[in-house]
């Protein structure tokens, strides 16, 4: 059983997302046989094999639509790679790879995941095409740039593992996404797009597969259900609130404090090595020193009422009673731990609070 932590009316959940190299080839099977378009189905005046890579459109004629050459198999979870090399001279010159797709009936569009290719910056980012028709993961254009090679050359990886795709340009990633719905197809063809609008030509070649096993059913992530219906209108006990939470299957809901313990208007939670969960107060958030001057300056006189609060032990059933670490603040905004240190930013000040012993023993302060 997994268990979330509740503070307060908040519920905090984090990922850490870490970029990573593209995984090293395994037993792949070739897609594209250099010479003809075996294994593919697609308008063949627009695309055809020059110089032994697939490609598509024209630099003398504006593209009029988007069009897709396909895979006459679908694919589940594999690792695609290719090299990709985009040109052209006028309009919106953009390409782009899909997987896991499907042919819209009766139209020219392909619908499904689309690893992006083009100015400014669609290199690397992952779009659905013809379907939600939105950015599931932009590209940090910032952390490309040094790798890409534009009018060259670049090699594209791209791994659907279940839910989860990840995409890498020159071996930088540029994609990690999870797919929350259960409902979005999880195998499909694989196509190559040149997008309408432009004079441009799309070449890609060295087009290998590496297929990689089915996802077991419990390796899916279940949503949570729809929020319930609170019983009455806010403001809400904890009890009340916490009944309006809905949780993934498998996971628990605790109580770690509320305002009934001193706990009003919590900005941030941090927690230190020793397990010790740290906040504070905002009891006079927000105000507007633009439109309330005099409110604003009274919140910095004394006494003024947001403390640091400390939870020695937050684990298991609550409420749990916390200490004080340091008051007479207004309106902290932050807290940062250190060995021997707590900083709290509070304007228009920014406190540092020395402790008396080591950060693993009880910790205290009066004042900043």
């Known amino acids: ?176 996404y999870y797919e929350e719905d259960p409902s979005v197809a999880s195998s499909g063809v694989i196509g190559i797009q040149v997008h309408g609008g432009g004079k441009a030509l799309i070449q890609v070649k060295d087009i290998t597969v590496e297929e990689l096993p089915d996802t077991p059913a419990h390796a899916r992530f279940v949503g949570p259900p729809a929020p319930a219906k609170p019983p009455r209108a806010s403001p809400l006990s904890p009890d009340e609130q916490r009944g309006t939470f809905t949780l993934p299957p498998g996971f628990e809901i605790e109580l770690v404090a509320s305002e009934a313990e001193g706990v009003g208007k919590p900005i941030t939670v941090v927690w230190d090595a020793a397990g010790r969960m740290w906040t504070m107060t905002a009891f006079e958030y927000p105000v507007d020193a633009n439109d309330n001057k005099e409110i604003a300056a009274a919140l910095y006189k004394d006494p003024r009422r947001d403390r640091v609060f400390v939870f020695d032990d937050p684990h298991g059933p609550g409420p749990h009673q916390p200490r004080v670490f340091a008051d007479g603040l207004a309106i902290p905004l932050a807290c940062c731990l250190t060995r021997m240190a707590r900083s709290s930013s509070t304007a228009p000040t920014f406190c540092f609070c020395v402790t008396r012993t080591r950060m693993a023993g009880p910790t205290s302060a009066k004042r900043c």
Request: charged share 20%; hydrophobic share 40%.
């Open 1 to 176: 059983m997994k268990a979330i932590s509740v503070y307060a009316t908040m519920l905090l959940v984090s990922f850490a997302s870490h970029g990573a190299s593209p995984p090293e080839p395994g037993s792949t099977i070739p897609l594209f046989d250099g010479r003809t378009l075996a294994g593919w189905e697609g308008n063949t005046r627009l695309w055809r094999v020059e110089n032994g890579a697939i490609t598509g459109g024209s630099l003398t004629e504006t593209i009029q639509h988007n069009d897709f050459l396909c895979t006459t198999r679908e694919f589940t979870n594999f690792v695609l790679r290719l090299k990709f090399k985009l040109a052209g001279t006028t309009g919106f010159i953009n390409s782009g790879v899909q997987v896991r797709s499907r042919r819209v009936p009766n139209d020219h569009e392909v619908a499904g995941y689309q690893c992006d290719i083009g100015d400014p910056d669609w290199w690397g980012t992952l779009y659905d095409e013809a379907r939600r028709n939105r950015v599931l993961f932009p590209t940090d254009m910032i952390a490309l740039e040094p790798a890409l090679r534009r009018a060259d050359w670049n090699e594209y990886v791209i791994r659907a593992d279940g839910p989860r795709l990840t995409l890498w340009i020159n071996g930088v990633q540029t994609a990690d």
